[in-house]
């Protein structure tokens, strides 16, 4: 079932979008050479706990930590650790959610730890960039394949290659809610878009081949061939006047 929300439900989920974004901004900041995954989660669990907000990640399915820290051809799920430094060039993805009020946000980004390669830097633009292009589409009466129809086009014109075993998703009372939300479709296909549902649209993005596996720790999600990948997410609302982006600092 897809849950709309109401005017007043929107704005209790605005707030926790504000947190999560504010969230993954202060992980932004904290990448840097020689910082570990951990020291950068720790600071989102502090940040969110401060807001009177709970981690929504924090014992999701057993998870470990407050965000996901996926670095080069990891993925998603990357879990946090002190053993894990952050090094010159690396491209590091940070998931965070945020629960309060009764609702969730959730949003991620790919940020470059100090100078990345050319390489690396136009991943990331495209797979920023199709994000954008999926909630453009992200209109009343659309429906869900013309989202990721539209992400898959823009990444693969640029010969990268979009995940299929992980999928954007509804999102509200509960983290992950009606209807998935692939990366990739036929436009006219799938659910139609109404105003007052909240989707979490989040394209994972390869620079070689979309397959991927799961390490034994059961969360790490690794490319299969090695090759770099990127994970930019925001959870929005669709709206009579369109998509609206919960998940911005301010
Ligand atoms: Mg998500």
Same mark, same amino acid.
């Given at each position: ?25 202060? /992980? ?6 020689? &910082? ?6 720790? +600071?989102?669990?502090? %940040? ?11 014992? %999701? ?41 009764? %609702? ?17 830097? /136009? ?30 086009? %823009? ?19 509960? +983290? ?16 139609? +878009? ?20 799961? +390490? ?5 999600? &690794? ?28």
């Amino acid at each position: 079932m897809i849950v709309l929300k109401t005017a007043r439900e929107l704005s209790l989920m605005r707030e926790a979008c504000k947190i999560s974004a504010r969230a993954l901004k202060i /992980a932004g900041e904290a990448v840097q050479p020689g &910082v570990s995954t951990l020291e950068i989660d720790t +600071l989102v669990r502090k %940040y969110i706990e401060k807001q009177g907000a709970v981690p929504s990640f924090l014992g %999701y399915g057993g998870f470990p930590n407050s965000a996901c820290i996926s670095v080069n051809d990891t993925v998603i799920h990357g879990i946090p650790s002190k053993k894990r430094i952050l090094k010159e060039g690396d491209i590091v993805s940070v998931d965070v959610g945020a629960y309060i009020g009764g %609702y969730h946000g959730d949003n991620a980004w790919t940020f470059p730890c100090g100078k990345i390669s050319d390489e690396a830097q /136009a991943l990331l633009d495209a797979t920023r960039e199709s994000l954008f292009k999926g909630i453009e589409k992200a209109q009343p009466g659309n429906r869900i394949g013309d989202i990721g129809s539209a992400v898959q086009q %823009y990444v693969e014109e640029r010969s990268y290659s979009v995940v299929r075993d992980f999928v954007g998703h509804g999102v509200g009372a509960k +983290l992950h809610e009606e209807p998935s939300v692939p990366n990739f479709g036929t436009p006219g296909r799938g659910p139609r +878009l109404l105003p007052g549902m909240t989707i979490a649209i989040e394209p994972m993005i390869n620079m070689g081949s979309y397959r991927v596996k799961v +390490l034994e720790d059961e969360w790490t999600t &690794v490319t299969v061939d090695g090759s770099l990948s990127a994970h930019f997410e925001h959870t929005i609302a669709i709206t009579p006047d369109g998509p609206k982006i919960l998940t911005l600092p301010d």
